[in-house]
């Protein structure tokens, strides 16, 4: 059997990197290891508005759950920054009708997907990729690698799966929990969720989703300590674990006849641990290159090395901001943490944060964290709460 691209994994970026092929005439093959494209469900599911326009999908009711136009950050001691806008920002979705939506867009494009087919090895001659090998052997010219985080394929081709930033990440539907209907909570503390945070969004009239990830801990535990803390309730639906990538992309996301896309490449937030939107991109990216490389019939490294290039020309210094600001938030002491927040409220920055934010980018965050770093009253917060010397510090690793 042979196609021209085939796609291991049917999450987003596998489906949109298939959709953008499939469009343009290419024959393609998903290969998706569950039984349903979907599940299971491991994401908060808050998309904005301008990276759903990006990854090229259309608001649809069928997987529209809550408009969000604002959210508060609570620190370890429970003190509130409240942002509110007057526009929605953003969306909760379904991730499970979403990405079914992803998956019919890419089969009404033309592109074959097949459920419950795991791919166990690549096909390799002569150390190029030139197929896959699951319950049958598919030859194809290009392989688009979207496995996830495990990376197992990725390391036979001696390309590195993401190794720093992997925590236990958990979600699980709470019924009976009540939140503003247009509003998200996000909650800090190391004793919580280390490296993170946990998080609650609306999810219905009477349904809230709660998660958490974290580096350090039992997360379902902490997860019901969360919501008993925070809703008063013992029970929750079965949850979902799934590992949340904060580390930033890996080195090298091109090989011989080969791309990476997604979770496997760390095509992910190190701020949320988002991946849809930005690996969306990086999909739309690779498909691109495919297809010029199918249009050459050159399918070496030296080719397709322009696949890393282009995403890290549009997405590079993004990625780089949001993992600096990780990488200080996880330096960051809950005590430090709270006076930090104390000192914004008292200061009265929270309207200042607000326009930020209100005029800033929920996936390209670089703008609003340079902004926001260089107010003259954030900075005096952080001056008297991390010290001279280590907002000096801090300042270098922004070139602020």
Not at 29 to 53: D, M, Q, R, W, Y
Not at 81 to 100: E, L, N
Not at 127 to 156: C, F, N, Q, W, Y
Request: proline share 4%; hydrophobic share 40%; glycine share 12%.
């Amino acid at each position: 059997m042979r196609t021209e691209v085939a796609v291991v994994g049917g999450g987003p970026a596998g489906l949109i990197t298939a959709r953008e092929l499939a469009a343009k005439g290419i024959r393609v093959k998903v290969f998706e290891e569950h039984p349903k494209i979907g599940t299971p469900n491991h994401c908060a599911g808050v998309l904005s508005i301008e990276g759903l326009n990006r990854i090229g999908v259309e608001p649809n009711i069928d997987f529209l759950r809550q408009e969000i136009k604002g959210g508060t950050a609570f620190a370890p001691n429970g003190t509130g920054i409240r942002i509110m806008g007057r526009k929605t920002r953003a969306y909760i979705v379904d991730r499970v009708v979403f990405d079914k939506h992803l998956a019919d867009a890419a089969r009404d494009a033309g592109a074959e997907i097949e459920t419950k087919h795991r791919i166990r090895d690549f096909i390799i001659t002569n150390g190029k990729v030139v197929g896959v090998r699951g319950d049958l052997e598919i030859e194809a010219s290009i392989v688009i690698d979207a496995e996830g985080v495990s990376g197992a394929l990725a390391k036979k081709v001696r390309l590195h799966k993401p190794e720093s930033g992997i925590l236990a990440g958990i979600n699980a539907n709470v019924p009976g929990a009540h939140l503003e209907s247009d509003m998200v909570e996000v909650w800090l503390g190391k004793k919580l969720a280390e490296g993170m945070f946990a998080w609650a969004v609306p999810n219905g009239e009477d349904e809230i989703r709660c998660g958490l990830a974290t580096s350090k801990g039992d997360a379902l535990e902490l997860l019901r300590s969360f919501i008993k803390a925070r809703f008063g309730l013992s029970k929750c639906e079965e949850p979902t674990r799934w590992p949340v990538l904060t580390g930033g992309p890996i080195d090298k996301t091109h090989g011989e006849g080969i791309l990476l896309v997604g979770d496997v490449a760390g095509h992910t937030k190190p701020t949320t641990g988002g991946g849809v939107i930005l690996g969306g991109m990086c999909a739309i990216i690779a498909a691109e290159t495919a297809i010029q490389a199918l249009e050459e019939g050159d399918y070496s490294a030296s080719f397709l090395r322009r696949y890393d290039k282009r995403w890290r020309e549009a997405l590079g210094g993004e990625f780089s901001s949001m993992l600096r600001m990780r990488r200080f938030l996880n330096s960051i002491p809950d005590p430090r943490m709270n006076k930090i927040f104390a000192s914004v409220k008292s200061a009265g920055l929270e309207p200042i944060l607000e326009k930020f934010i209100a005029e800033g980018d929920m996936d390209l965050q670089s703008e609003f964290l340079r902004k926001a770093l260089t107010h003259p009253g954030m900075l005096r917060v952080l001056t008297g709460t991390v010290g001279h010397l280590a907002l000096e510090e801090f300042k270098s690793r922004f070139n602020l």
